[in-house]
Nanobody, 116 residues
Framework: QVQLVESGGGLVQPGGSLRLSCAAS????????MGWYRQAPGAQRELVAS???????DYVDSVKGRFTMSRDNAKNTVYLQMNSLKPEDTAVYYC??????????WGQGTQVTVSS
């Protein structure tokens, strides 16, 4: 049974930082590339960062140099360190595999709001 639980979101001023966490249960973490996705109001969900099982990460251009994704294989947890946050980063953030292998694996997400 796969379960993904995101945490760490909140309200932050522009230029601030947040660190998101996603704890995974089941075999998804050990089998797949993991990613952080986000969905802003009225927009489609987009992949913003991914990390392989060996730790190689990749980012969408809009977050490169500001976001860093990491993983702790012992804890089955992925993280997203977000620095220099902008209002356009406001969204609900989710983790899941890349590509998504189970549409029913989506967790509740964690809300990130960047506003002064």
């Amino acid at each position: 049974q796969v379960q993904l639980v995101e945490s760490g979101g909140g309200l932050v001023q522009p230029g601030g930082s947040l660190r998101l966490s996603c704890a995974a249960s089941g075999n998804i973490f050990s089998l797949y590339v993991m990613g952080w996705y986000r969905q802003a109001p009225g927009a489609q969900r987009e992949l913003v960062a991914s990390i392989t099982r060996s730790g190689s990460s990749d980012y969408v251009d809009s977050v490169k140099g500001r976001f860093t994704m990491s993983r702790d294989n012992a804890k089955n947890t992925v993280y997203l360190q977000m620095n220099s946050l902008k209002p356009e980063d406001t969204a609900v953030y989710y983790c899941n595999s890349v590509p998504v292998v189970g549409s029913n694996y989506w967790g509740q997400g964690t809300q990130v709001t960047v506003s002064s």
